[in-house]
């Protein structure tokens, strides 16, 4: 445990599906950010969360939508999802942004859209 | 446009040493961080420099030369356990994090 909870760790679901990622954290942290995680790519920042407030969101496609309904949770909600959207989705969390010690990683849901 | 590069794949040998090297061309610079992932795992901080320089920490190194946007990891005593993928992040001038794609390093017996 890295002190960043993710649930699921594996989903799969269908196009027309709506289904829910959770991340939570109890490190105290100011800022939490969604990842998308491909094989042999980048991290894909999605959106980051700082004292509750969304500070970015980088073009992401609105069939992702991210609520983080205080500081300790986020959530992404996904909805009629395609199949390139398969990928791992990484939360992390930090005591604030661009904090030097690093960010805090939950190991992830891997997710399959069929 | 922001880059970061790294070996896609490296082997080396049980006991041995090892160098992941990383280059990077960002929009400013504010530190330069590694991560260990092993596969089915969170990402784990091992290592931030912000400074010219070799860090030390244990059998892990980093070293940074900012006027040649170069770094490297390095691995002494290889154990088989340090088989993951290594990930270079920069932060850049808005303190947004610039991810390589990972350096996945296969230990051999």
């Known amino acids: 445990e890295t002190g960043v909870t993710q649930t699921p760790r594996h989903l799969v679901m269908g196009m027309t599906n709506k289904k829910s990622l959770k991340c939570e954290q109890h490190l105290g942290h100011n800022a939490m950010y969604w990842y998308k995680q491909s094989a042999k790519k980048p991290l894909e920042l999605m959106f980051v969360?700082?004292?509750?407030?969304?500070?970015e969101n980088n073009s992401v496609p609105s069939r992702f939508s991210p609520e983080c309904p205080n500081s300790s949770h986020l959530f992404l909600h996904l909805h009629t999802l395609q199949p390139e959207d398969s990928a791992l989705y990484l939360c992390?969390?930090?005591?604030?942004?661009?904090?030097?010690?690093?960010?805090?990683f939950g190991s992830g849901t891997r997710l399959t859209v069929v | 446009g922001q880059n970061i590069d790294q070996p896609t794949e490296m082997t080396a040998t049980e006991g041995a040493i090892v160098q992941i090297n990383c280059t990077y061309q960002?929009?400013?610079?504010?530190?330069l961080f590694w991560y260990q992932q092993h596969a089915g795992e969170a990402p784990t901080f091992l290592s931030y420099?912000?400074l010219d320089g070799l860090e030390e920490k244990g059998r892990f190194s980093s070293f940074l030369s900012r006027s040649k946007g170069y770094s490297y990891l390095l691995l002494k005593e290889l154990q088989m356990k340090d088989s993951a993928s290594y990930l270079c992040a920069v932060l850049d001038s808005n303190y947004q994090l610039i991810w390589g794609a990972g350096t996945k390093l296969i230990i051999k017996p």
């Open positions: 420099n912000v």
């Open positions: 960002t929009s400013g610079f504010n530190g």
């Open positions: 969360y700082n004292f509750k407030e969304q500070t």
């Open positions: 992390a969390s930090s005591q604030a942004i661009g904090e030097p010690k690093g960010y805090t």
